[in-house]
């Protein structure tokens, strides 16, 4: 069974910060890792993934995330940080290959507050 | 592009009412459609997902349904409300040989 842990449920970082969100996760198989953000009383929008190939990745919005599979993690970062980054981030996981169902199991999510 | 509409956006309904609550796809042939429910603005809640017309998987037991009448139409409705099932709810799609899911706008819903 798949798992997703953030064990931080909120980061409060000073703008121009670089800021890091924090996960970790647990597959049978191969990971397939995710990241969203949120905003007060909106959906979930997909900021990146990862599937297979480099470690980096890059995102929207100048995110990036960085796959670890010796310590099973897929921490987002960003180098600069904005107020306009204040959101409600999830991490997201799926063990599945590309199949009818794929299923994701999402994280408890971590409230990011950058104060100016 | 694709989009994803919800409707209602909000909706306030009495206990022991009935609801029904729409998702609907554009722009994309047979995807795969999920309905979540998330709580006090944190995790969510896989409630339903469907891989075709007519084909709904209920991944925990409760007081709710979910339809989908139409190849890119979702519909999640209850008999009667309870209490417990205010909340906000999000529907989602993924074309299928993808992983990532995108979300709808969702539709907060508060039982009194």
């Known amino acids: 069974a798949q798992s997703v842990a953030q064990p931080e449920d909120q980061v409060n970082v000073a703008e121009g910060n670089p800021l890091t969100v924090k996960c970790t996760y647990s597959?049978?198989?191969?990971?397939?890792l995710f990241w969203y953000v949120q905003y007060p009383n909106r959906g979930l929008q997909f900021l990146l993934k990862y599937i297979t190939g480099d470690n980096l990745v890059k995102g929207s919005y100048g995110f990036e995330a960085e796959f670890n599979k010796s310590q099973t993690s897929f921490h987002l970062k960003k180098p600069s940080a904005l107020v306009s980054d204040s959101a409600l981030y999830f991490c997201?996981?799926?063990?599945?290959?590309?199949?009818?169902?794929?299923?994701?199991?999402f994280g408890s999510g971590t409230r990011l507050s950058i104060r100016p | 592009s694709q989009t994803i509409h919800q409707w209602p956006a909000t909706l306030v309904q009495p206990v022991g009412s009935p609801l029904s609550l729409e998702c609907t796809v554009e722009g994309t042939s047979n995807p795969n459609l999920y309905w979540y429910r998330q709580a006090a603005g944190r995790g969510l809640q896989l409630l339903f997902y469907s891989v075709g017309i007519g084909q709904i998987s209920s991944e925990v037991p409760q007081n709710l349904s979910a339809s989908r009448p139409q190849d890119r139409q979702f519909i999640l409705s209850s008999k009667k409300l309870l209490l417990s099932d205010s909340g906000f709810y999000l529907c989602?799609?993924?074309?299928?040989?993808?992983?990532?899911?995108?979300f709808g706008p969702g539709t907060r819903l508060t039982v009194l």
């Open positions: 597959v049978s198989g191969n990971p397939y």
């Open positions: 989602a799609w993924k074309e299928q040989g993808y992983n990532e899911q995108f």
């Open positions: 997201a996981v799926s063990d599945s290959p590309i199949s009818s169902a794929s299923k994701i199991i």
